[in-house]
């Protein structure tokens, strides 16, 4: 498989004072440059995942997606010449302003501007959140997934499918959409035929529930910036609700999404796209503008559920690991790095936040309270 994750997300917008604040107020992403036509955002220990940049033609945005290797880069590049798409070598000064090693640029059939890079860089701090969340579920499964809006589907599909080696999750025949992943996470990309063509979402998955229900009181609390109704989709499992960004797309704000077997998993057709409950209005931002299609979601059919896909992160961890692992979340204490629990299988470096009872009379501390979801630590 070529791409390995959504890495990036580039936007252009006039807006980047009311994206910053968005961005970390709402969002609790944090920034991290701050110039006079553009910004960058963390949201975990990558050195930036979303841009948001004034002198880019109004609307173009850039997806950057991550392959493995610097043979994989050129292997893709390959790939891509040899069916007739136009590639760019990036130069190095456009590598340090993404901070990778190298990047690739080229279009997808419907014009937007794709960049495949590898070799991310890190940060030296960790992530410090815009507002008190526990942080973002990225690792592996990279920054989240976005929906595109395209012309032709099938023609997006055989690109994708076919050059960029996404995998089928599963597919809506009579509505021509369809759900890919390129790592564990249900899908990195969703593709749906429309009559106006571009970006519809931006999912970011957080780690906790409690972090979306308060994104939703804050959302709620802003005008009309909730778009579509909190609910729980009836493929990826996700938990969520969708914003209005100051761009013409919204942000999907989500937890508990189900993760797929990249070995075994069958592509599934779906009779319905409508959620197992809530998500009220997204037939209208599926919708948006144009004439209502005779295939939009039926009404939600009864009795359909799944178990809510708990990971540790959910239940037992107070924080996400990249923010800070090197004291208790309940009292600051430090934790001897011998303690500090790794997981080196998904997502990278993976501590536990939890002080177990041995550690607990080791350092004197008093158990973590799970509920509480914070961490001294960030908010200093
Ligand atoms: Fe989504």
Redesign the pocket.
Known sequence: MAVQALGYLGISTQNIDEWSDFATRQLGLQLVDRAASCRAFRMDDRRQRVIVDKERPDAERFFGWEVADAASLDALAGTLEAAGVAVRREPAALADQRFVRDLISFRDPDGNRLEAFYGPLLADTPFKPGRNISGFRTGALGMG?V?LMVADFDAALAFYQGLLGFRISDFMRKLKACFLHVNARHHSL?IFEHPRQGMH?L?MELYSLDDVGQGYDLARAHGDRVKVSLGR?NN?Y?T?FYMQTPSDFLV?Y?WGGREVDVATWQPIEMDTLASFWGHDGLREAIRGNAPPPEHLPPAPPEGRRAPVQVIEGNIARSIHPIIDNRSHPSCGKPIPARDRARRPDRESTFPSAVCRSARTRRSGCRPVDTSSRRCAAISA
């Open positions: 997934h929906v969703a979402h999912l989709h990826d996700m969520s999907e989500g």
